[in-house]
């Protein structure tokens, strides 16, 4: 008898098996695919290392500081801010057709573009700045405010809105067309307030670190050990039959693969049809250069591009794929410690919107045939917005909506989850419990500061 199970091996798994673990409990996370990390992973292919998921990390804040997400996830895990090796951003930009503002971990620096290019707006700038809500002051009723309505409500100028609304969307918005606002609360905090930043050697450092704590505390980790059931017994969760049928027991059961996709594990087809899933996925194409971006002229970190004065966010209805609007991330342009070096290669990696059934019904030959294309499409469009890097290019990869399915088992492909989240956790079944994207946080440090919340709100409870 374990006193926590946990499902999937993701950041908030993770965070949550090593928060239950300082306190003593038998935890046990378990993880069907042969690698730990879900939606934030990496892999090597023909000699070289490839990062799944991480542009960048949220919620940075120097060294010493005391507040913040990532100031409590370092308290919390009893880990030193040294460990997550993180270096900042250089600068990165909002790219819209003859407009754009750039910012970097410094919030001044987006003030003045907003005074440069939207001299009218800025006093409602600060108004909007002034009006988000803190992180422990959120409640319920502010992710059922529309954001677009709330945004209308401050800033005059349509573009703006639009500017603002395609970078916090792209890095963690469930829904197509509008945000909570809640949600937008918090991913404005993380990218603009206080920033990005990345891990010299990637997500890979990260997820080590995360990893040999759980097991130095005593922690159980079973790669390749899926769950095909989660056991119920007069409404309590009591365990779970592993896909090789197999069972074990726990005190408390805590999942972190998706909401759907953990009621489904529960036999309970009402709940799993009550709450619809998420329907964003995304397409990645990543280029290996001969030569460092910098050297093409590419100074920035990040780049949110849109094609044109509108920001559409929703699954593409007409194609494979929607190339209007997308994320161009260098890992390059980071400010690595000198002691550090250079990264090996040059890096480019484009990501935009895809639909998933449409590249699920691909047949083998036509799917390798798509890639191919729409690799070469979401070039052609981000190059609008950077230096043309394609000459320079020695090696490619690429991943789909399939992809993200194959290895996460998200329904749809959906790298932000349902579009109603559980913020307390709880499910309809005692001793069952959400973490990660469903529970209502997302990026690298939102999924961590995930985990650990549902461990001290309901595994630890009594200890």
Not at 45 to 63: C, E, I, M, S
Not at 198 to 204: A, I, L, S
Not at 235 to 251: P, Y
Request: aromatic letters at 10%; charged letters at 25%.
């Amino acid at each position: 008898m374990y006193d926590s199970i946990i499902i999937g091996a993701g950041m908030s798994g993770l965070a949550a098996g090593i928060r239950s673990a300082y306190y003593d409990q038998k935890v046990c996370i378990l993880e069907r695919h042969n690698t730990i990390g879900g939606l934030n992973s990496f892999y090597r292919l023909r000699g070289r290392n490839y990062d799944v998921g991480l542009h960048a990390v949220t919620n940075f804040t120097p060294r010493g500081t005391r507040r913040g997400p990532f100031a409590r996830l370092l308290r919390q895990l009893r880990l030193t801010w040294d460990e997550f090796g993180l270096s900042p951003q250089l600068m990165s930009s909002i790219s819209f057709p003859n407009v754009e503002l750039a910012f970097d971990n410094n919030i001044d620096l987006l003030r003045s573009e907003v005074a440069r290019a939207f001299p009218n707006q800025i006093d409602n700038f600060e108004k909007l700045m002034d009006s988000l809500i803190d992180y422990d002051d959120l409640e319920q009723s502010h992710f059922e405010m529309s954001t677009r309505e709330r945004l209308s409500e401050v800033i005059t100028d349509p573009l703006l809105i639009e500017m603002i609304l395609c970078p916090v969307m792209w890095y963690g918005n469930p829904r197509e067309h509008d945000m909570d606002y809640g949600q937008f609360c918090i991913m404005f905090r993380a990218l603009f307030l206080e920033g990005l930043a990345r891990p010299f050697d990637g997500v890979r450092l990260i997820l080590r670190k995360l990893v040999r704590k759980f097991r130095e505390l005593g922690g159980e980790l079973k790669l390749r050990t899926g769950v095909q059931q989660i056991k119920i017994d007069n409404g309590r969760a009591v365990g779970v039959i592993l896909d090789c049928g197999d069972e074990m027991s726990a005190k408390n059961i805590l999942s972190s693969v998706g909401a759907v996709e953990t009621f489904r594990l529960c036999d309970d087809d009402d709940t799993t049809h009550v709450h619809k899933t998420g329907q964003l996925s995304f397409i990645e194409a990543i280029s290996t250069l001969d030569t460092y971006p910098s050297e093409l002229g590419h100074d920035k970190t990040i780049i949110f591009f849109n094609d044109s004065d509108k920001f559409h966010w929703q699954r593409p209805l007409e194609d494979l794929c929607d190339v209007r609007t997308g994320v161009i991330c260098t890992p390059n342009n980071y400010c690595y410690d000198t002691a550090d070096g250079k990264l090996p290669d040059g890096i480019m990696r484009i990501t935009a919107l895809a639909d998933f059934n449409r590249w699920k019904n691909l047949n083998k030959d036509d799917y390798g045939r798509q890639k191919k294309i729409w690799f070469n499409k979401v070039v052609d469009s981000a190059t609008q917005f950077a230096p043309d890097y394609r000459e320079h290019t020695i090696d490619t990869d690429m991943f789909t909506p399939q992809t993200i399915h194959r290895f996460t088992s998200h329904d749809n492909g959906a790298v932000y989850g349902a579009t109603r989240k559980w913020f307390d956790g709880t499910t309809n079944f005692k001793n069952l419990f959400l973490c990660g994207t469903d529970q209502g946080f997302v990026g690298i440090v939102g999924s961590i500061i995930s985990g650990i919340s549902m461990a001290n709100h309901h595994l630890l409870r009594g200890n």
